[in-house]
């Protein structure tokens, strides 16, 4: 025995290991024609660990179905729930989408089929076909059992690392050599091994979802569009805070490094660009599903205090063009910052907002305060009338009419 | 080292794994329901899988269910010996003319007030004003939902149980004759974890809550779970004012 576990032969074979599990940090890209879903309408699992798994998400879904922060508005969650079975491929119908007011990019996935989509993600896309991606992206994990498979892995992977583990302990102790480092080594390399396989099931529900949505006739350039989006606000975050960007994205990060996702992505739509016919944004279709939802939607954002993302945010959203909404959020951004400086670019922002015919009234209200404190009386009066006319029941009017009247 | 002895400290070594303990709390008030009372159990969560060779829980959706049943039966059985009339909520939604969101309210609120419990009374963040027994409420709520439903208690239960792979028995076995060449590993079985806690409808107190943590039993069978069911509500202990006056 003692010949035959040496401690170098040991230490060989977990560097083995561990460089197994690094070498899948760099992946090859999925091409989208490779994905096929691997449920169909109906799925039920069969074999034990995955129905287990289910009865433990029914529970999860209960709760969620029943949380107090699900947006109600009917009109709003079929919308999303109809774009759902467009692209959410061929067991579409059965699933279950639940709309969180919660103002951060993300939604995610359950094994047995409920999708939670965070209002966040609605305030930050262009149009139809950026959302339709996330969406299908998430199908993707359904319809190619991400968690199960998942699951698996990480059982094999624990079962092999525990014996690996308890035999280097006796077989060193039998031997004479302390092996503990060793098995930290092999620990490093299992976790490691683990969140690759967790990147490689990303990159196949991009590839998944790229497919899904230009079989629904969306373009799937917005795919890689939302990545950018995301890199982009992160930095722009971290550039006002005067802090180095955190991109999410680490060795232990379980998903891709969004600048090989994106490149990926690109490369992918190019591929199904190909093979399709005319690709649909849908830019007025989603404007006019979150019409009355989208005030409501900055002004969740606006107020997490974080300006860089914010600004960055709403000049994403006006490169479809500027409007009253747009400009008035961003002379927001400004007021809650409240730095030196700021109340001047506040009150530009509220002067533009006011110029176009869909600003809030909210606008209004605030470029009569912003010129009343640059001494500009009269104009103040006209703004402050108009905002009492644009909102008579708003919760500060009856003061504002009795300042006027002073 | 010869193989009978193996095997003996083998099996000695999953038979000496089984400890069993309790703690419980309760109001410095509290008296036992006892007589006619009764008691409604607010979506009871259980658990039951396997632990996998590598120490991971796997839940098995067909254990859960016959232990859950299994569990519920023992429960109203128990509860029925002290007089009670007990009724198991399924959903939100099981009671009429209590809408599923006063529940759903109501099991929030007693997950807040749970888990302030164990932090201040099982992990040991004391709070000097919450020494003696427990002191907590759910309030006006709980006050309202017992109106609603004419129970005299809500009892909040969760259950955990869990069994060892053949893998992981094998890892059990191996950690211990370790212990021979210098290499001592004790490897975790299967284990239960269960908690009940007590809610009082009339004032909407948390009268008693009561926290299981056993290496040894089976949930699987009806001995199993009326075994648990006694040990997590069978020896519910009257609160320190009644007693001391009682002495």
Same mark, same amino acid.
């Given at each position: 025995?003692? =010949?035959?576990?040496?401690?170098?032969?040991?230490?060989?074979?977990?560097?083995?290991?561990?460089?197994?599990?690094?070498?899948?940090?760099?992946?090859?890209?999925? &091409?989208?024609?490779?994905?096929?879903?691997?449920?169909?309408?109906?799925?039920?699992?069969?074999?034990?660990?995955?129905?287990?798994?289910?009865?433990?998400?029914?529970?999860?879904?209960?709760?969620?179905?029943?949380?107090?922060?699900?947006?109600?508005?009917?009109?709003?969650?079929?919308?999303?729930?109809?774009?759902? @079975?467009?692209?959410?491929?061929?067991?579409?119908?059965?699933?279950?989408?639940?709309?969180?007011?919660?103002?951060?990019?993300?939604?995610?996935?359950?094994?047995?089929?409920?999708?939670? %989509?965070?209002?966040?993600?609605?305030?930050?896309?262009?149009?139809?076909?950026?959302?339709?991606?996330?969406?299908?992206?998430?199908?993707? *994990?359904?319809?190619?059992?991400? *968690?199960?498979?998942?699951?698996? =892995?990480?059982?094999?992977?624990? =079962?092999?690392?525990?014996?690996?583990?308890?035999?280097?302990?006796?077989?060193?102790?039998?031997?004479?050599?302390?092996?503990?480092?060793?098995? $930290?080594?092999? @620990?490093?390399?299992?976790?490691?091994?683990?969140?690759?396989?967790?990147?490689?099931?990303?990159?196949?529900?991009?590839?998944?979802?790229?497919?899904?949505?230009?079989?629904?006739?969306?373009?799937?350039?917005?795919?890689? @569009?939302?990545?950018?989006?995301?890199?982009?606000?992160?930095?722009?975050?971290?550039?006002?805070?005067?802090?180095?960007?955190?991109?999410?994205?680490?060795?232990?990060?379980?998903?891709?490094?969004?600048?090989?996702?994106?490149?990926?992505?690109?490369?992918?739509?190019?591929?199904?660009?190909?093979?399709?016919?005319?690709?649909?944004?849908?830019?007025? $279709?989603?404007?006019?599903?979150?019409?009355?939802?989208?005030?409501?939607?900055?002004?969740? !954002?606006?107020?997490?205090?974080?300006?860089?993302?914010?600004?960055?945010?709403?000049?994403?959203?006006?490169?479809?063009?500027?409007?009253?909404?747009?400009?008035?959020?961003?002379?927001?951004?400004?007021?809650?910052?409240?730095?030196?400086?700021?109340?001047?670019?506040?009150?530009?922002?509220?002067?533009?907002?006011?110029?176009?015919?869909?600003?809030?009234?909210?606008?209004?209200?605030?470029?009569?305060?912003?010129? !009343?404190?640059?001494?500009?009386?009269?104009?103040?009066?006209?703004?402050?009338?108009?905002?009492?006319?644009?909102?008579?029941?708003?919760?500060?009017?009856?003061?504002?009419?009795?300042?006027?009247?002073? | 080292?010869?193989? $009978?002895?193996?095997?003996?400290?083998?099996?000695?070594?999953?038979?000496?794994?089984?400890?069993?303990?309790?703690?419980?709390?309760?109001?410095?008030?509290?008296?036992?329901?006892?007589?006619?009372?009764?008691?409604?159990?607010?979506?009871?969560?259980?658990?039951?899988?396997?632990?996998?060779?590598?120490?991971?829980?796997?839940?098995?959706?067909?254990?859960?269910?016959?232990?859950?049943?299994?569990?519920?039966?023992?429960?109203?059985?128990?509860?029925?010996?002290?007089?009670?009339?007990?009724?198991?909520?399924?959903?939100?939604?099981?009671?009429?003319?209590?809408?599923?969101?006063?529940?759903?309210?109501?099991?929030?609120?007693?997950?807040?007030?749970?888990?302030?419990?164990?932090?201040?009374?099982?992990?040991?963040?004391?709070?000097?004003?919450?020494? $003696?027994?427990?002191?907590?409420?759910?309030?006006?709520?709980?006050?309202?939902?017992?109106?609603?439903?004419?129970?005299?208690?809500?009892?909040?239960?969760?259950?955990?149980?869990?069994?060892?792979?053949?893998?992981?028995?094998?890892?059990? %076995?191996?950690?211990?004759?370790?212990?021979?060449?210098?290499?001592?590993?004790?490897?975790?079985?299967? &284990?239960?974890?269960?908690?009940?806690?007590?809610?009082?409808?009339?004032?909407?107190?948390?009268?008693?809550?009561?926290?299981?943590?056993? !290496?040894?039993?089976?949930?699987?069978?009806?001995?199993?779970?009326? !075994?648990?069911?006694?040990?997590?509500?069978?020896?519910?202990?009257?609160?320190?004012?009644?007693?001391?006056?009682?002495?």
């Amino acid at each position: 025995m003692t =010949d035959l576990l040496t401690r170098r032969a040991l230490l060989g074979g977990f560097g083995c290991a561990c460089c197994a599990g690094l070498a899948g940090v760099a992946e090859a890209r999925i &091409s989208p024609h490779a994905m096929k879903p691997l449920i169909t309408s109906g799925y039920r699992p069969t074999e034990k660990d995955e129905q287990g798994l289910w009865q433990q998400y029914e529970r999860v879904e209960h709760e969620i179905a029943g949380s107090n922060l699900l947006v109600q508005d009917k009109a709003l969650t079929s919308y999303v729930g109809e774009l759902t @079975e467009r692209v959410g491929g061929p067991a579409a119908k059965d699933l279950r989408i639940y709309l969180a007011h919660i103002p951060e990019f993300n939604a995610f996935m359950a094994p047995t089929g409920f999708m939670v %989509v965070f209002t966040g993600l609605l305030t930050r896309m262009r149009d139809e076909a950026q959302l339709a991606g996330v969406i299908a992206h998430e199908a993707g *994990h359904f319809l190619r059992r991400h *968690h199960i498979r998942g699951w698996r =892995d990480l059982r094999r992977k624990s =079962d092999v690392l525990s014996i690996l583990a308890m035999g280097a302990g006796v077989g060193g102790g039998a031997a004479g050599v302390y092996l503990g480092d060793a098995v $930290r080594l092999a @620990e490093m390399g299992t976790i490691l091994s683990l969140f690759s396989y967790s990147r490689e099931l990303e990159a196949e529900a991009d590839a998944m979802g790229l497919k899904l949505i230009s079989e629904a006739a969306y373009d799937p350039l917005a795919m890689p @569009e939302t990545w950018q989006q995301l890199i982009e606000e992160v930095e722009a975050s971290a550039r006002m805070r005067k802090k180095r960007p955190h991109r999410g994205y680490s060795l232990f990060a379980t998903h891709p490094a969004p600048a090989s996702r994106m490149t990926d992505l690109r490369a992918s739509s190019r591929e199904v660009t190909a093979a399709s016919g005319p690709q649909a944004r849908g830019r007025d $279709r989603f404007l006019k599903a979150i019409a009355a939802h989208r005030s409501g939607f900055l002004d969740d !954002q606006v107020k997490l205090n974080d300006p860089g993302a914010s600004l960055y945010i709403i000049e994403n959203l006006a490169k479809d063009g500027w409007n009253g909404l747009l400009r008035f959020y961003e002379a927001e951004v400004w007021r809650l910052r409240g730095e030196k400086g700021d109340d001047l670019r506040a009150a530009q922002g509220y002067a533009a907002a006011v110029a176009y015919p869909d600003a809030p009234p909210e606008a209004w209200r605030n470029h009569g305060y912003a010129v !009343q404190k640059a001494g500009r009386r009269e104009e103040a009066k006209a703004a402050l009338s108009r905002y009492l006319a644009l909102a008579p029941k708003a919760t500060d009017a009856p003061m504002i009419r009795f300042s006027l009247a002073q | 080292m010869g193989r $009978r002895s193996f095997l003996l400290l083998a099996g000695a070594s999953l038979a000496l794994g089984g400890c069993v303990s309790t703690r419980q709390y309760t109001d410095v008030e509290f008296e036992p329901p006892q007589g006619n009372y009764s008691l409604i159990v607010m979506r009871p969560d259980v658990q039951v899988g396997s632990i996998s060779t590598g120490g991971l829980f796997e839940a098995r959706a067909d254990w859960t269910e016959q232990s859950r049943a299994n569990l519920l039966r023992a429960l109203a059985d128990q509860q029925a010996g002290r007089g009670g009339r007990t009724r198991i909520m399924e959903t939100r939604d099981a009671v009429k003319g209590v809408a599923p969101e006063l529940v759903a309210d109501l099991e929030r609120l007693h997950n807040a007030v749970g888990n302030s419990i164990v932090l201040h009374k099982y992990v040991g963040a004391r709070l000097p004003t919450k020494r $003696r027994g427990i002191d907590w409420t759910l309030g006006e709520d709980a006050v309202r939902f017992g109106r609603a439903t004419g129970m005299d208690y809500a009892l909040f239960l969760y259950a955990q149980d869990s069994f060892a792979s053949t893998g992981r028995v094998a890892m059990q %076995v191996l950690g211990l004759a370790g212990c021979f060449v210098g290499f001592c590993a004790p490897v975790g079985g299967g &284990s239960q974890t269960a908690f009940a806690s007590l809610v009082d409808l009339k004032t909407g107190d948390v009268v008693w809550f009561n926290v299981l943590q056993s !290496q040894q039993g089976d949930v699987r069978t009806p001995e199993g779970s009326a !075994q648990m069911v006694e040990r997590l509500l069978g020896r519910m202990r009257a609160g320190r004012n009644i007693r001391e006056r009682q002495q």
